[in-house]
Nanobody, 123 residues
Framework: VQLQASGGGLVQAGGSLRLSCAAS????????IGWFRQAPGKEREGVAW????????DYANSVKGRFTISSDVAKNTVFLRMTSLSPEDTAVYYC?????????????????WGKGTLVTVSS
């Protein structure tokens, strides 16, 4: 079972990025998928989650209105569209999975983690 996050990079403040989380070895339609981030010296923070079963989703207050999580079950991939990026969004972004239709933003709940992808937002 593997999750592979990709799409990170360097972007100027105000710009946008789309991260992808590709899963192999599991069918995402039985899982909740979350995106998390960890900035240097800070704890891992839940950003968004989605239920691939019915599309229900939730976001951290810090990203509401700017980030959009979506899924393509046929492609076994979850996306995180990030807009209006600021330097405070700079972090390594991880995706994670849990066999639960309605997870939360709590990292402790997830038991399958992918390697992160670095997002750097310059001012």
């Amino acid at each position: 079972v593997q999750l592979q996050a990709s799409g990170g990079g360097l972007v100027q403040a105000g710009g946008s990025l789309r991260l992808s989380c590709a899963a192999s070895g599991i069918g995402l339609d039985y899982y909740g998928i979350g995106w998390f981030r960890q900035a240097p010296g800070k704890e891992r923070e839940g950003v968004a989650w989605i239920s691939t079963n019915d599309g229900r989703r939730d976001y951290a207050n810090s990203v509401k209105g700017r980030f959009t999580i979506s899924s393509d079950v046929a492609k076994n991939t979850v996306f995180l569209r990030m807009t209006s990026l600021s330097p405070e969004d700079t972090a390594v972004y991880y995706c994670a999975a849990v066999r639960s239709y309605y997870p939360s933003l709590g990292a402790h709940e997830y038991d399958i983690w992918g390697k992160g992808t670095l997002v750097t937002v310059s001012s």
